[in-house]
């Protein structure tokens, strides 16, 4: 599944042409433009958002939706429309630095990417829209330090995998009270299912009510996309967390389809047919996310890894493992590593991502590297019962072990001690060490996978048969459970901390957020310890 190098180049210049595109669709002034729209109620129901910083800006994002599970967000007249937009030095906008306006486009939901400019390096800024009368919630933006400044600490939050059926987003309402420079949502914003249904339902083993409905079956079509968000994106706490810092967004899976891999689902759909669903899939998380025009889709593909450099403390990597991997083997089930596994022929993030990324540490000259991405790359081990054969996840890097192997020998050879792997997709906490021979136990780097947001429900803490069989397996792994949370990372020249959050339930609103443990990695001695 490598790309050869002109189908690279062709898709680079597509990603740059349709960059240039968008802007040119933004300055013009179509002939139908609806130059008085009126709104009987806000059309700001979906709330602000912003992301992809860089040192003179940001994206501002919002999407005009009054009845958000109509037929076209309830706009009555399908038409591009000025949005208004201000970005102040404060809250409460007494000092309007920046204004300006842009279309919301039908082609697009009437989603609106604002790419900001002009503004101060590692410094705080607010942004509001504003259209027929009506202003949008208030939204915090940063941009970020010079690429050669001196940065001493830098805060961030890792987090995902939030079934909206499974519980409440009380962990997005204190993601919104962390005082944290950006957010990063490694993946699973949306779930493709089905309603669940009323009743107790057995969901990955364990008996389960949903506490609230997805609206309609499983979803295939753009307009349902849509829909889906749209659901996702009401929920009060997560509006209250995009608008609290800049988010940094990859895909997973359930974007799509569960377990989806290049042109492959799980469901043996044709790949011509396939690549149509992606399209649609693709798009409609384009219009829900503050990316840039770069990230614009072409067709069934998007430009989602990208890097972003905090200073001279930190380089981030955001990663895709989705889009150019090869299909899991052995039926997508938990396996043992066969030679399958084991083959040159497979790959997890496909040859230009990798080369980008080896690229990118190589050069890098930063105080630490933060690997951003979706799937678990330590290879954890476990047993269905006590004397039952060793297994795998084939989703994981552990189904791809010559491109783990192959990422890990090169952070050893190129920038030891420096690091750092943020992953989630799991629904667990857990935090290891990365080794590549499991014999020697000598890390390269660590991992701090982040559990989910909702998905899994309350779960039921760090005893049960899982979490005893991997703890007893798998010597580099040093913490794990089954609490629904996040990661919050507090970066320091030399210290890098990790706090696994957890809440207690997910089942009400009256979770109780709690830190499960607190690790340290010092640079330049790759490894953990308690903190």
Not at 18 to 47: C, E, I, M, T, W
Not at 68 to 94: N, Q, Y
Not at 158 to 173: D, M, N, P, T
Request: aromatic share 12%.
């Amino acid at each position: 599944m490598f790309l050869n190098r002109r189908r690279v180049l062709t898709g680079l210049g597509a990603g740059l042409l349709f960059s240039y595109r968008l802007r040119q669709l933004s300055a013009a002034s179509p002939h139908n433009l609806d130059k008085k729209p009126a709104f009987d109620v806000s059309p700001f129901q979906l709330g602000v958002a912003s992301g992809d910083p860089a040192t003179d800006g940001f994206v501002i994002w919002t999407r005009l939706a009054p009845r958000p599970m109509e037929e076209a967000g309830g706009l009555e007249h399908l038409k591009p429309v000025l949005v208004d937009w201000d970005i102040s030095e404060d809250p409460k906008f007494s000092t309007v630095l920046r204004t300006g306006q842009t279309i919301a486009h039908p082609e697009l939901a009437h989603s609106v990417h604002v790419e900001v400019e002009g503004l101060q390096p590692d410094r705080p800024y607010w942004y509001r829209f504003r259209i027929a009368g009506y202003e949008s919630p208030v939204g915090r933006g940063r941009t970020l330090p010079l690429p050669g400044a001196s940065v001493q600490r830098i805060r961030f939050v890792a987090a995902g995998c939030q079934h909206y059926e499974f519980g409440y987003y009380s962990a997005w309402r204190a993601i919104a009270n962390e005082s944290v420079d950006f957010i990063f949502h490694y993946g699973d914003y949306i779930y493709e299912g089905a309603d669940i249904g009323a009743g107790v339902h057995t969901v990955y083993g364990k008996p389960f009510t949903a506490v609230r409905r997805h609206f309609g079956p499983e979803i295939y079509s753009l307009d349902e996309y849509r829909r889906r968000y749209a659901q996702y994106k009401m929920d009060p706490d997560l509006q209250a967390a995009h608008a609290a810092a800049p988010w940094l967004v990859s895909f997973d899976d359930h974007e799509v389809d569960n377990n989806w891999a290049g042109d492959t689902d799980q469901d043996g759909t044709p790949p011509d047919l396939f690549r149509l669903r992606r399209a649609a899939a693709m798009q409609a998380y384009y219009e829900n996310m503050p990316l840039r025009a770069s990230s614009l889709p072409d067709g069934s593909h998007m430009q989602i890894y990208r890097s972003f450099r905090f200073g001279d403390l930190m380089n981030t990597f955001v990663l895709d493992t989705r889009q150019y991997r090869s299909d899991q083997v052995y039926g997508d089930k938990d396996a043992p590593q066969g030679p399958d596994v084991w083959s040159p022929n497979r790959t997890m993030m496909g040859a230009q991502q990798e080369e980008w990324l080896f690229n990118g540490l190589s050069k890098s000259d930063t105080r630490w590297n933060l690997l951003a991405h979706q799937v678990m790359v330590m290879d954890l081990a476990h047993r269905k019962s006590a004397h039952s054969e060793l297994l795998y996840s084939m989703d994981q890097w552990s189904g791809y072990m010559y491109s783990r192997n192959r990422l890990l020998q090169f952070i050893g050879d190129h920038c030891p001690g420096n690091v750092v792997n943020v992953t989630g997709d799991a629904h667990r906490h857990y935090a290891g060490n990365l080794v590549i021979d499991p014999d020697r136990q000598k890390p390269v780097s660590v991992e701090f996978l982040a559990t989910s947001i909702s998905s899994g429900g309350d779960g039921v803490g760090d005893n049960d048969a899982h979490s005893q069989s991997v703890r007893r397996e798998n010597p580099h792994l040093k913490a794990t459970t089954d609490r629904r949370g996040y990661v919050l990372c507090d970066v320091g020249r030399d210290i890098w901390h990790a706090d696994l959050k957890t809440l207690d339930q997910v089942s009400s609103h009256e979770g109780q957020l709690s830190t499960y443990a607190r690790f340290a990695v010092e640079r330049g001695h790759p490894g953990l310890e308690k903190a």
